[in-house]
């Protein structure tokens, strides 16, 4: 837990745009887009903003299913 409460003073930057013009109190909030999270009622906010899934890489996110695929999908 301490571990992760001294990672937690450098935050990550947004997952959304990337900027790390951040601001902290009840949440974590982003200046730059304004998104914002998670409050305490989740735990510590610094920690879980810190917490990120990974990433779909960009050839995972774009391969076009089979055609035979996806015919049977109702698609072309």
Known sequence: MKADIEQARELLPCPFCGNSD????QWVECHTCSAFGPGYELGDPL???????PAIPKTLATVTPPRDLRTKL???
């Open 22 to 25: 951040l601001g902290v109190g």
């Open 47 to 53: 920690v879980l903003w810190n917490q990120r899934r």
């Open 74 to 76: 109702g698609g072309v």
